[in-house]
């Protein structure tokens, strides 16, 4: 194992897919978690390695009298206690290593962005991510011609799907360093940009930013959203607006993906799509039955792409499979939705974030859908608040638009007038932004404990 904790770079690419050729497995660490988080994960991977890029090393440093099993530490300076890549380079061989990589071989352990404690280590062998990436290159529309853009961190199973589906197509990598709305439209310009896979909320950014207009996206083919719903109204106008095959994407680091391909798009604009071929979907009430078509409960899948387990976590692997009457394990997702007719999946909202107001089930997103039409709304997070009448209550966390005043008894009442009874707020509250990690997740359980209310 070769723990990589790197801000985004070319050298960062070069080292995960050299140690994979080398026949290791690569533990890409979000950069923006704690120093004993990061120790915690390197120390559980089994990592007898650490790369690091400059802004990290003196954490590494820093962190080394815990990590026992580390050996090696690499770098691209020439540090005290570090190996530097270029010597790397220079001594290596020219020829391939001889390695014999087998299909079930640890191909990386990728961290969950756990909530408390430990995050999990979600294991891929090489041949569930070859898998992987066959069908998401063809459901993304990836080629040998393909210039694609990496914003977020390298670290992130979205990035992979840009890294390992240009790859296996023959195509070129662009990897920014961070993420700008403006750097990305000229970066889609002067690199000629074919294929990017973003959050909902980068999207956004580049939907609201002043130079869109003026920008020239017309090299762009196909685009991929994903990481946490995408709005109604954002994905017309995204729609619209690119000019491209703008796909949207659910799916779990724990291989679960399904894809709206824009052929669809105008009929199903609400689905998340339809499976990828290879991977099956049901949907299981409370009891742990099948439900019928068009009822919602938890999505649960299997197939070939879907993890080898969470390493060492004999508890969380069975926390997370569901029997079906063969005997056949699924993996439970947490999230609710339901399929129509015709296969095409909705996703109705997260199990945990969902609020049980007097005994009935509310969904945030339904909530949240109605209130992001509302003029002076840019951001919305519905969560519930404690209730002596009810248990819970829902309510909005709000971030205006530009120029918006915000009148909370308002916006409230608007609100009221278009949801049914039991999903009317208690009451909003206005921020400058959201909690979001770094995928762009807004983060419900900081929110949870910052407005614990009383509805």
């Known amino acids: 194992r070769i723990a990589v904790l790197m801000c985004n770079s070319v050298d960062m690419v070069e080292i995960m897919f050299a140690a994979l050729k080398a026949g290791a497995a690569v533990v890409p660490l ?17 990592a ?5 890029s400059d802004e990290h090393c003196a954490r590494v440093d820093a962190l080394r009298p815990a990590l026992g099993r580390v050996r090696h530490y690499l770098a691209p300076e020439n540090l005290a206690g570090w190996t530097t890549l270029e010597s790397l380079r220079a001594g290596g061989p020219d020829e391939a290593p001889l390695v014999e990589v ?59 799907v840009g890294l390992l589906c240009t790859f296996l197509a023959g195509g070129t990598v662009v990897v920014a360093r961070g993420f700008d709305a403006g750097e990305v439209l000229k970066v889609i310009a002067r ?8 959050v909902p909320v980068q999207f956004q950014r580049l939907l609201e930013h002043p130079q869109l207009a003026a ?90 792409i879907v993890m080898a387990g969470y390493h060492g976590r004999p508890d969380a692997n069975a926390e997370s499979t569901w029997l ?3 005997g056949r394990a699924w993996l439970r997702t947490g999230d609710i939705g339901r399929l129509d007719e015709e296969g095409f999946l909705y996703i109705v909202d997260r ?38 009448k009810w248990g819970e ?14 009148d909370g008894a308002a916006l409230v009442k608007w609100t009221n007038e278009r949801v049914g009874r039991q999903q009317r707020i208690v009451g909003v509250a206005f921020r400058d932004s959201l909690p979001r990690n770094p995928n762009g997740k807004i983060l419900k359980r900081e929110l949870r404990r910052e407005y614990p209310g009383t509805g």
């Not at 993906?257 to 991977?279: N, Y």
Request: net charge negative; hydrophobic share 40%; proline share 3%.
């Open 30 to 46: 979000n950069t923006s978690v704690t120093d004993a988080a990061a120790a915690a994960m390197i120390e559980d991977s089994g």
């Open 102 to 160: 087998a299909d079930d071989d640890v191909c990386n352990i990728i961290y969950s962005s756990g909530t408390t404690g430990l995050p999990k280590g979600i294991v891929h062998t090489h041949r569930r991510r070859l898998d992987w990436a066959y069908d998401l290159a063809i459901a993304l529309r990836y080629h040998s011609g393909a210039v694609t853009l990496c914003t977020l961190g390298l670290y992130s199973n979205i990035s992979w």
């Open 215 to 304: 920008s020239d996206v017309s090299s762009l083919q196909a685009v991929m959203c994903c990481g946490s719903p995408l709005a109604l109204e954002t994905k017309r106008a995204l729609i619209g607006r690119l000019g491209c095959d703008f796909i949207e994407l659910y799916g779990l680091t724990e291989g679960v993906i399904t894809t709206l391909a824009p052929e669809d798009a105008h009929r199903k604009l609400a689905s998340v799509g339809k499976p990828l071929h290879g991977t099956d979907l049901r949907i299981i009430d409370e009891a742990g039955r099948e439900a019928a078509r068009g009822e919602a409960g938890e999505i649960v899948s299997r197939g070939r």
């Open 191 to 198: 690199r000629r940009v074919t294929h990017t896979s973003m």
């Open 351 to 388: 199990r945990k974030d969902m609020i049980i107001s007097g005994g009935q089930n509310v969904y945030p997103a339904d909530i949240e859908a109605v209130m992001i039409a509302h003029a002076d709304v840019s951001e919305v997070a519905v969560i519930g608040v404690a209730s002596e």
């Open 393 to 406: 209550s829902p309510f909005g966390i709000v971030v205006l638009r530009p120029g918006a005043r915000g």
């Open 48 to 52: 007898v390695a650490v790369a690091a």
């Open 324 to 326: 079906d009457e063969r």
